[in-house]
């Protein structure tokens, strides 16, 4: 599945190359500048058009080779496999909202990662809680050196005595 997806995006990309190919100069209709990327992402999209049919079929060919058991084996050992998968993802999404509405508006961005990483780090299976603590810290320390430090990208500050507390650090 992994070898359709890729192929599909790079047949994506060779469109987007041919799009933006008319942004670049043509002298007297003749080859010059513009022409390399046109001829370029035309042969790009035809052998990764080719490889995705190709993908395709061998994907279609071996899931006819496959029993009920052998597909449910090859799904359940997947790397991104959660048996319990949907209920995870709606609440990863339900968590990620939370942090992004409630904690970077009110508690601002470092209070909101350091409780905000953990979490996730917990609710996705970590049972190490230690390494979940370590985990916020880490992630908080990390993007406030570079963003708000390093770079002088201001993020979020919160609110009332979240904010006095975030101007603190940056």
């Known amino acids: 599945m992994g070898n359709i997806i890729l192929a599909l995006a790079i047949?994506?990309?060779?469109?987007?190359f041919f799009i933006k190919s008319f942004g670049f100069p043509i002298?007297?209709?003749?080859?010059?500048?513009?022409w390399w990327p046109r001829i370029i992402s035309i042969l790009l999209f035809i052998t990764s058009s080719m490889?995705?049919?190709?993908?395709?079929?061998?994907?279609?060919?071996?899931l006819a080779k496959e029993s009920k058991e052998q597909r449910r084996a090859r799904v359940e050992s997947a790397p991104g496999y959660f048996p319990w998968g949907t209920k995870r993802m709606i609440g990863t999404c339900v968590l990620f909202g939370f942090y992004m509405v409630i904690g970077l508006n009110y508690l601002g961005f470092i209070l909101s990662t350091l409780i905000f990483a953990p979490a996730l780090?917990?609710?996705?299976?970590?049972k190490k809680y230690w390494q979940a603590a370590l985990t916020g810290i880490i992630t908080a320390a990390g993007l406030t050196t570079i963003f708000c430090i390093i770079m002088r990208i201001p993020m979020p500050r919160g609110t009332g005595i979240f904010r006095s507390f975030s101007l603190l650090f940056y």
């Open 27 to 34: 002298v007297n209709n003749v080859v010059s500048a513009g």
């Open 121 to 126: 780090t917990i609710w996705l299976g970590n």
């Open 51 to 62: 490889a995705t049919f190709e993908a395709v079929k061998n994907y279609r060919r071996n």
């Open 11 to 16: 047949v994506g990309v060779s469109i987007i």
